[in-house]
Nanobody
Framework: QVHLVESGGGLVQSGGSLRLSCAVS????????MGWYRQAPGKQRELVAT???????NYADSVKGRFTISRDNAKNTVYLQMNSLKPEDTAIYYC????????????WGQGTQVTVSS
């Protein structure tokens, strides 16, 4: 079994900050690319940011300069530091990881709600 457990969501005012964490546990061989996605009500799930095992990052244009993704490979944890939050950042944020057990598979966390008030 592989588990991705997110934490750190909540309610914040516009311009505020939040830090999301996602810890991976279970019987795994290696964790490859990790990332954060989000889904707002009535919209499709969209990529927020990804980070490779070597630390190469990729961001959606809408969050560049405001969000920072990082990971601690020793702790099997990925983080998303979100600054200068806007009401349009309101969504459920999902952690994602490409994990190799015997084969490589895509895993998702349960999601954490981020609400930004104006």
């Amino acid at each position: 079994q592989v588990h991705l457990v997110e934490s750190g969501g909540g309610l914040v005012q516009s311009g505020g900050s939040l830090r999301l964490s996602c810890a991976v546990s279970g019987n795994i061989f290696s964790i490859n690319t990790m990332g954060w996605y989000r889904q707002a009500p009535g919209k499709q799930r969209e990529l927020v940011a990804t980070i490779t095992k070597g630390g190469t990052t990729n961001y959606a244009d809408s969050v560049k300069g405001r969000f920072t993704i990082s990971r601690d490979n020793a702790k099997n944890t990925v983080y998303l530091q979100m600054n200068s939050l806007k009401p349009e950042d309101t969504a459920i944020y999902y952690c994602n990881a490409l994990i190799t057990k015997v084969t490589m598979n895509n895993y998702w966390g349960q999601g954490t709600q981020v609400t930004v008030s104006s």
